[in-house]
């Protein structure tokens, strides 16, 4: 069974500086996806970036950008230059066949003003 | 393009009763999915709907059941409601397509007493 693993249940950074949310993740497939989601306290999920496994390029969205390692199969976000609406839960999730996203347990980020 | 939108935000039942709850997708998508969020369980996939068949389901028990119209709109059915049901029950549509992202709604808050 795949299973996704967030080792780091809080993380606090200053604003405008940098941090990197760890992901970790389990699966014997070759083909599958990886996203990060945010979760502020309203609760609505918000779609931050999606990598596909195929493609060697870690993806880019503005601020915030990953690193893939297919091999290792981890999945960390890296946001810079943090900002006080970053201040969420994200999650890491990942899917293969079907539409079923596994979920990490999730990490509570904290920004300092 | 409006959001996901789920109905009803907010809901209070006793052990014992049913709950129904609803999910309009993003207008073109024809897959919806559900998911619970529980603080002790985290996010676990409960099915997916395509096409008004169910393609996908998790590890729930069988009071937990969908049904999706040919216009998309999902609705999900819990019956015979326990106090461990009290979660946060998201659902989130996409096109259907294989690794597609997923877009979430607000969520609706069942609480069970």
């Known amino acids: 069974a795949q299973t996704v693993t967030q080792s780091q249940p809080e993380m606090s950074v200053q604003e405008a500086e940098t941090v990197t949310l760890s992901c970790t993740y389990d699966?014997?497939?070759?083909?599958?996806?990886l996203f990060w989601y945010k979760q502020p306290p309203s609760r609505q999920m918000i779609l931050v970036i999606r990598?596909?496994?195929?493609?060697?390029q870690n993806a880019t969205e503005n601020r915030f950008s990953v690193n893939f390692q297919k091999a290792a199969k981890s999945f960390s976000l890296k946001i810079s230059d943090s900002q006080l609406g970053d201040a969420a839960m994200y999650f890491c999730?990942?899917?293969?066949?079907?539409?079923?996203?596994?979920f990490g347990a999730g990490t509570i980020l904290r920004v300092k003003s | 393009k409006a959001g996901v939108t789920q109905t009803p935000r907010y809901l209070i039942k006793t052990r014992g009763q049913q709950v129904t709850l609803s999910c309009s997708p993003i207008?073109?998508?024809?897959?919806v999915s559900w998911y619970q969020q529980t603080p002790g369980q985290g996010l676990q996939f409960l099915f997916e709907?395509?096409?008004?068949?169910?393609?996908n389901k998790g590890n729930f028990p069988g009071r937990f059941s969908g049904r999706q119209f040919s216009n998309s709109r999902s609705e999900m059915n819990v019956s015979t409601l326990e106090l461990g049901d009290s979660a946060l029950y998201l659902c989130?549509?996409?096109?259907?397509?294989?690794?597609?992202?997923?877009?979430f709604g607000p969520g609706t808050r069942l609480l069970v007493l």
């Open positions: 989130a549509s996409s096109l259907g397509r294989r690794g597609e992202t997923q877009y």
């Open positions: 699966t014997s497939e070759s083909d599958y996806y």
């Open positions: 990598q596909e496994a195929y493609k060697q």
């Open positions: 999730a990942y899917r293969a066949y079907g539409n079923k996203l596994v």
């Open positions: 207008s073109g998508h024809r897959s």
């Open positions: 709907y395509f096409s008004e068949t169910q393609r």
